[in-house]
């Protein structure tokens, strides 16, 4: 997978060499770039932001470097891929942007090129997202119901859910079966995790995880999966379509 990102902090996403992420792009599995917004300003402060028309707090970003840096990601993109018509998929995180989910990172992992643009200020002018969806699929995205002060972290905690799921990044693929909001489970909070010591400042560990009974310890992290969704985002419990819910299921 390539993934591109245009920011006007690029140190901001030095995080993405580090770590499972930095060692899929050091063996290959990611090809990522970081981009300097202001590498395609042309005055002598390499402006990237304005007032906004029709008046209101902060500034806006320009179009003008933003469409430049998209015209030339989107080229040097199809360079390396080898496909002169190929363009990525667009994903801009803002506060208005669509809620990011694991499904959409499971959809996203199976594409082979996003670009990603880092808003900062009050965002980016609404027309270079026109003219981008123009030339591809443009998605804003949002971590959650609050704001932060730019996109970079956005695309952090994106990238490192995408990226994750890409074939050979993780050291067990088996990993991503059971956790919170694995499509396997239906999208449930995972259970309590334990290890040794089986008994630690006088609190044990539940006796089924240490009674080598597979089963039994499956229908126990079931049950605490339902219970602790139940708790903590009986909303997910009302998505969960019927038909994944077991008799056992239904009795917790
Ligand atoms: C101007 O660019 C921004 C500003 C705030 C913000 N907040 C996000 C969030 O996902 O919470 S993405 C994002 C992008």
């Known amino acids: 997978m390539r993934i591109d990102v245009v920011s ?8 993405l060499e580090l770590s499972l992420i930095g060692k899929a792009r050091t063996t290959g599995l990611l090809d990522l770039h970081v981009h300097d917004l202001r590498t395609w300003t042309t005055d002598r402060h390499r402006t990237v932001d304005d007032a906004p028309l029709g008046g209101g707090a902060g500034m806006v970003m320009r179009p003008e470097p933003w469409a430049a ?4 990601v989107r080229e040097a993109g199809r360079r390396t891929l080898e496909e002169p018509d190929a363009v990525p998929h667009l994903l801009v995180p803002s506060p208005a942007g669509v809620p990011f989910t694991q499904a959409m990172a499971h959809e996203l992992a199976d594409e082979a090129w996003l670009a990603f643009a880092c808003g900062r200020y009050e965002g980016i002018d609404e027309r270079v997202l026109d003219v981008a969806a123009e030339q591809g699929p443009v998605t804003p995205v949002s971590l959650g119901d609050y704001v932060l002060n730019g996109g970079e972290v956005a695309v952090l905690a994106v990238v490192e859910a995408v990226a994750r799921l890409l074939p050979g990044v993780l050291g067990n693929p088996e990993s991503v079966v059971e956790e919170s909001h694995a499509p396997a ?17 006088g609190r044990s560990a539940p006796d089924v995880l240490l009674s080598g009974h597979h089963a039994k310890v499956a229908a126990w992290r079931r049950e605490q999966s339902l219970r602790r969704t139940a708790a903590r985002r009986p909303d997910l419990l009302e998505r969960l379509d019927a038909a994944q819910l077991t008799r056992a299921d239904r009795a917790v």
């Open 8 to 15: 006007i902090f690029p140190e901001y996403l030095s995080p």
């Open 69 to 72: 840096a998209l015209a030339d």
């Open 185 to 201: 489970t239906g999208g449930l909070l995972e259970a309590p995790v334990y290890t040794r010591p089986a008994t630690w400042e």
